[in-house]
């Protein structure tokens, strides 16, 4: 590990942290191929981009000749052997890989080096397909591919066009672009984000596309919490590959002390992830793959990382965005309420993923205890959710939990409308019942939040709220607090500022 790089809030600090991570796990395959060795699978990822993101970063973020280029340039050559056999395997991810291929091609081109490996990258781009999904954050990098093409004395003006109206149809009026389509299905900051910085990305190489960027940041910037944390809602709650993304964008479209604030938010936690081998910004091990999705490897998504934090380096800022004055996302489905004593998140949720539904509370702090909560649930039994799903994550869940009897026997999430304000010195959050059902009130809350400052009323009385054991969250471990079950219309929880 670097010394004292929590310290250093730079994003060359950043840099320098993460590339010796990453350089660590270099490696050769069985027929001599400089690869990245993922730490927990013990081999390269060859079907997602561990390789070709890190040998663009160590590209695009070195000088010729330096060590660190020349070991970019190793594993753009093993890239390149191994891409018919990669690429073979099933879910291949071959818009980022091409993203990351025409990024080195240009820059080679730029400095003039490489012809060979330049032609191989070009031949190699122009015979292998798209992605044959339309997951919405892949399309920007499509579009990359495409115009590469293009430029190449291919073809590429038709399918240029389909990415512009898809992603024209998955953009809300509120700033907010939806995950997948058709509407409904998903949204989550860290994909929104990761569009956005695309996005951003084509403009800048000046390609046209189809969203007002200023509108998408901001929206986003009025969803940073006070400890200038982004990530905390949906399937990508406080993964990694959000980061470097946001960094970039905050470069480009943030003002100077939004950019600070992320930066030493990402210095405070990225060390330990790294250390740990994790994919989260928690204390956690990530051998143990506690709350990782099926698609996740450890590699690649710190690769990721490098890559945009070497993007966001080079990036030229244009004129800073202010936060959206809006409280209300009603297009998106997400409240906001802030005042500089507190701030609360509330999501009406998404269909297809448990980590997205809804009505849900997605983070609460406030000036006397920072952060009370972040996140919610986790990967479950359905798309992407089944080899780390645990039964736990349920109780992951700041709201109501359906019971029968006098107790709880299984933690069932009762999702009903939910709003918050602020009322005198309280953070006041409310739960309407669409009828009068047995339920308790369920609470994870940070360590070391005083649970004497949080009072839980059961229409209108107030009711004892109880330990109630811990759960593990995308933020760590939780303390829990619980309430007996009553039969009633209303609960409310009210938080002293």
Known sequence: MVENIKTDTS???M???VFSKCSSWLGKDADGNVILVDPHEREAVGHHYALSHFAAAAILGNCPSSKRFEEGLAVLRGVLRRWERDSAIPGFHNDFNHFALVLMHDELERLGLCEEERGAIRRTVMSTADSNHDTVNWLPMRMIADEARLRWGGRGSRALELCRRKISRAANGDGFIEDRL???TSFNLQYDVSSVALLDFLESCGIDQPVG?????SA???????DGDINYLGRGCNQIFAWGPWIYLLKRRGEPAALELSLRYLACHLPNTLENDNLLLNDLSGADRQLWWDYHYCSVYTAHLLLWLVLARRAEPVSPVSPSGLTS???TGLEVVRSEHAMAVTFSGRREYLAERGPEVTAIWTLRHGVIHKGSFGPWLKAFGFKHAFPSVLLNHFGLLRVGGRSVTLPYP?????SAHILGGRLVIEYKLPRRLSCCLNLPIHLGVDPGDITAYADNRPVDLMGAGGVITQYGFENILQTAPYEVDEWRVEIIL
Do not use: K, Q, T
Not at 213 to 217: I, M, R, S, T
Not at 220 to 226: D, G, I, K, T
Not at 414 to 418: E, I, K, Y
């Open 182 to 184: 058709p509407r409904g």
């Open 220 to 226: 986003l910037a009025a969803c940073v919490l006070p």
């Open 15 to 17: 840099i320098n942290l």
């Open 213 to 217: 960027l200023d509108g998408a940041y």
């Open 11 to 13: 994003i060359d600090g």
């Open 414 to 418: 009762l999702f009903v409308p939910v």
């Open 329 to 331: 996302f009603s297009d």
